[in-house]
């Protein structure tokens, strides 16, 4: 099969090969538990830029040469002795882990924190293939209206802002008011979660007009420019006190700070994006009793919501295809900023 493959780190990612289209053997069943996929679409995701950067290096076991991609949606092309419920030809989005079921993590449904699992395009061979092995667990039988080129994201991007989302939109009541920082490919979901679920006021803070621009479109109430005097606007629309929740998907540079500050007291904070570093002093934690909860991918039946959601037309993916040869000008766009919404490889 094809596949575009990650043979060498490239921590500036300034090569303008980052992973090789090439030939490589097709995956096979190997355990009764075992299921081939046929890939519709792979995401894109910032997460694979750390991947190649090297940002994983320490947080996973992966050996070079490998295959990318964690986002991924097709049809069933082969199952082992010991799956029912999916046949060849059904089409599915696969949840990013594979599990065996059987620790307490998983018996609870938390199978991100599952003390034996593996992350196909993290730490073992990914979707940016035309074939990708993965778990019966893992499997979600797709509705007839959406295509798995065009919902592979919600793996990962969608699932990730879909459980941000759905932990603020518990606590949020009407009138109130929540910050979306960053309102790309996985803030434009959010705040279409939000949407769905809450009638808190929403705030989009991004520094893109293209992005802002479709937050819009989508459900912001607000839309405020990061132009370096947006946290005291934020401040302005809600009445000097700061939001409910804030939602951080960008993680990194100043937006930590910024978002706590965008917190009012007894208000959440949560993070989604990686790369910087919380530092809040204790005395500050505890005048004003915010909260700082951290947020991993989502569970087997958060994306199983997540596709009713977006069965229904309440919640919708923007995408752009690139063929499975193109992966690196994918990437690259990627990194430049120039994608609206979600990158998709379509083998």
Known sequence: MKAAVLHEFDEHLEREELVTYQDVPDPVIETPNDVIIRIGGAGVCRTDLHVIEGLWRSKSDVVLPYILGHENAGWVEEVGSAVTGFRPGDPIICHPLVTSGHCLACRKGNDMHAEDSKFPGINVDGGYAEFLKTGSRSLIKLPRSLAPKDVAPYTDAGLTAYRAAKKAAAHLEPGQKV??????????????VLRALCAAEIIALDRSEVALNLAGQIGADEVVRADGHHVEKVLGLTGGVGAEAVIDFVGEGNSIKEGLDMTRGDGAYYIVG??????????????SEKRIIGNLVGTYSELVELMSLADRG??????????????????HDLNNGSIKGRAVLVP
Not at 179 to 192: A, F, S, T, Y
Not at 274 to 287: L, N, Q, S
Not at 318 to 328: C, G, P
């Open 179 to 192: 910050v979306v920082i960053g309102v790309g490919g996985l803030g434009h979901i959010g705040i279409q």
């Open 274 to 287: 990686y790369g910087g570093k919380i530092e809040v002093p204790t005395i500050d934690m505890i005048a």
């Open 314 to 331: 309440l919640v919708d993916l923007h995408t752009v295809h690139y063929s499975l040869a193109d992966a690196n000008q994918a990437l």
